[in-house]
């Protein structure tokens, strides 16, 4: 396994299946992106205590564990950015939609094998799947700019707080 971010555009994806202009794969990836580097990942989940605004609409098991989102960042930079899509694509990713028809809960995966799996998410189609949508992007030099470029990367998965039913 390779420490990739992924995303998805029509309901048949898989991370297999996407081109490469749709992932950026990290540490030992094969795509253009391989020079790539992770240097943090780390995840927060945030308590919410507010009550559901819609008691007609049933919880999803983060609301009803009154966890709100589940927030991981991941850190890390490219070597000779102008030779990768990396930047390019967390650029496109930051501004193009997080969601569309197929994936409403968000169209972003991750799987880390750095983190032994553990935060692993593979999008799923429909209102009631689940997927990461990017809250923020920060692109940071690195020593040179011209050969390196840092970033930050920030996932919310399903999107949205616990207080906040999505349309």
Do not use: C
Not at 73 to 86: D, E, L, M, S, V
């Amino acid at each position: 396994m390779v420490d990739t971010i992924f995303r998805f555009t029509n309901s048949g994806d898989t991370e297999v299946s996407i081109a490469d202009t749709e992932k950026i794969e990290f540490n030992t990836g094969t795509v253009p992106d391989s020079t790539g580097r992770l240097i943090t990942t780390t995840f927060r989940m945030v308590s919410d205590l507010n009550p559901h605004p819609n008691p007609d609409v049933a919880l999803n098991q983060i609301q009803d564990s009154l966890l709100g989102v589940v927030e991981v960042t991941i850190a890390g930079y490219f070597i000779n950015h102008n030779a990768t899509k990396g930047p390019a694509n967390l650029y496109n990713w930051s501004v193009d939609p997080d969601v569309n028809d197929d994936f409403r809960k968000g169209r972003f995966g991750v799987t880390l094998a750095t983190m032994a799996g553990i935060l692993n998410i593979i999008p799923t189609v429909g209102l009631n799947g689940i997927g990461y949508m990017l809250s923020e992007i920060e692109v940071i030099d690195v020593e040179d700019p011209r050969t390196q470029v840092g970033f930050i990367a920030k996932f919310l998965l399903n999107g949205v707080p616990a207080n906040v039913v999505p349309t």
